[in-house]
């Protein structure tokens, strides 16, 4: 996400008003980023002796309701639920008001929503989920992982499972330690399967209509992989940047990609002329019919949509 993010502040003139929020987005993202790759190299050191499976980023549904877990651990004793919390500062959670919130650097209080509450609704969705698939399957745990360099627990709750990512692997094997097997478990690959079966991956909206900003304010034209300029131009069958004097092939591609990510999972000829600034219906045809896209309508009515 946080390079979509870029794309869009790389598009967006240097005085527009959402630059300096759209900085912050992008800080946010990419510290997150940053948090489960730290995550997943710690669980790299997980080694179990009986069958085990571990997925990252899960996404599943039921009907309307849709759940992103970030991390599951499925064994014979357990399903553990991960959930990846990039959250910095002096963490407070408030047994008595049930409150959930921290403190930065500067001091600043900041409220926010309880990941333990988060925690359990996926715990209890993954419950539901397969039950209604009539799956036999081991009891359900979870644990709240904090992934920041620099986070620091004033007041935690004792019960739930609570750690940062230097101690994952430990609670990990504490949860699984407090079960025992069961024998009629369904072995963790056949509810591997059965997930990966189901996945529905999450779909954002094109970052314009997320952030509400008019598709008409971002820089036209061909954008240069190199310096990050839109100024590519056409010569003959290759792309040069008029800045860098970087040559590329595909950046065509670059923009259509943009495009679909910036403004609309659909596009017409007349929108991506606009949009990379080629003035060549013939070229931009070209382009649209060889990126393997779903077509509607004829002639001037066609529109390219993206593939599911």
């Not at 925690?119 to 036999?136: M, N």
């Not at 304010?217 to 040069?240: A, F, P, Q, T």
Request: proline content about 6%; glycine content about 6%; overall charge positive.
């Amino acid at each position: 996400m946080w390079e979509c993010v870029r794309l869009l502040m790389e598009r967006l003139p240097d005085s527009h008003p959402e630059q300096e929020y759209l900085k912050k987005e992008l800080h946010r993202y990419e510290a997150g980023w940053q948090g489960e790759k730290r995550l997943h190299a710690k669980m790299v050191e997980f080694h179990w002796g009986e069958p085990y499976e571990l997925l990252w980023d899960v996404g599943l549904r039921l009907g309307d309701w849709k759940v992103q877990i970030d991390g599951l651990l499925i064994t014979p004793r357990c399903v553990i639920v991960i959930s990846s919390k990039n959250i910095s500062g002096k963490i407070h959670f408030n047994g008595t008001t049930s409150e959930f919130y921290r403190f930065n650097n500067e001091g600043e209080k900041l409220v926010l929503d309880d990941p333990l509450v988060q925690l359990a609704k996926h715990t209890g969705f993954l419950e539901l989920w397969l039950k209604q698939r009539k799956f036999s399957h081991p009891p359900i745990e979870g644990v709240v992982v904090f992934t920041p360099r620099h986070c620091e627990f004033i007041a935690k709750p004792v019960g739930p499972n609570i750690c940062k990512t230097y101690q994952a692997v430990e609670m990990v094997y504490g949860i699984l330690k407090k079960r025992a097997p069961l024998a009629d478990s369904p072995k963790p690959s056949r509810i591997r399967r059965l997930i990966e079966a189901n996945l529905c991956p999450y779909e954002r909206p094109p970052l314009c209509e997320y952030y509400r900003i008019d598709p008409r304010e971002l820089k036209v034209g061909v954008k240069c992989v190199v310096c990050r300029e839109c100024s590519m131009e056409r010569l003959y069958k290759i792309w040069n940047c008029t800045v860098c004097g970087h040559q590329d092939t595909n950046a065509h591609e670059l923009a259509l990609q943009e495009f679909f990510v910036l403004v609309s999972q659909q596009v017409d000829s007349r929108e991506f002329r606009r949009f990379s600034g080629i003035e060549s219906r013939h070229a931009v045809f070209r382009i649209l019919s060889a990126a393997n896209l779903i077509t509607t309508g004829s002639k001037r009515n066609r529109r390219y949509l993206v593939k599911k």
